[in-house]
């Protein structure tokens, strides 16, 4: 499955990319997340709780950032295994540009699930995707433009 959107932040880039490497931040906006610990510069562990149609299972999974560009872009890619449930994994390439004073995020993601959630069907996983990316986004964006 991929989807890809936009998101205009008013904050400056360097303000934007500094929010995407802080795992606060970003525990506050991932929808369902428990936990989130940085590793190292580059790597983060994470549990995160979702429904998916009848089915919720809670995900324990390592995320890695790669092909980093500071401050204006990165590939962030992880896996979770939700026991029973199966497994989620997949990426996103993030980009950031300057528009005036703000700031225009832009992310291409690609994710694959299995397991007894891949049974759901893909329409229900597709839209739940994309809700929930839309729905980190947005939370994401507000973080940010209060500081």
Same mark, same amino acid.
């Given at each position: 499955? @991929?989807?890809?959107?936009?998101? &205009? ?5 360097? &303000?934007?990319?500094?929010?995407? @490497? $802080?795992?606060?931040?970003?525990? /506050? %906006? ?21 429904? *998916? ?13 790669? @092909?980093?560009?500071?401050? !204006?872009? !990165?590939?962030?890619a992880g896996e979770g295994k939700?026991? *029973? /449930? ?10 950031l540009a300057e528009d005036g ?5 832009? !992310?291409?993601?690609k994710a694959d699930v299995g ?7 893909? &329409?229900?996983? $597709?839209?739940? %995707? ?12 507000? *973080?940010?433009?209060?500081?």
């Amino acid at each position: 499955m @991929n989807m890809s959107g936009e998101q &205009r932040i008013e904050a400056s880039v360097e &303000r934007v990319w500094e929010a995407l @490497n $802080d795992p606060e931040v970003l525990k /506050a %906006s991932i929808p369902g997340c428990e936990s989130l610990e940085k590793k190292s510069d580059t790597e983060m562990t994470a549990t995160v709780t979702l429904k *998916i149609g009848p089915v919720k299972a809670k995900f324990n999974g390592e995320v890695e950032l790669k @092909n980093l560009n500071p401050p !204006y872009s !990165y590939t962030i890619a992880g896996e979770g295994k939700g026991g *029973i /449930a199966g497994f989620a994994k997949g990426g996103a390439d993030v980009t950031l540009a300057e528009d005036g004073g703000a700031t225009v995020l832009t !992310y291409t993601a690609k994710a694959d699930v299995g397991g007894k959630i891949a049974q759901l069907g893909s &329409r229900l996983i $597709d839209s739940t %995707s994309k809700k929930l990316a839309g729905e980190f986004f947005k939370k994401f964006g507000k *973080i940010v433009e209060k500081g």
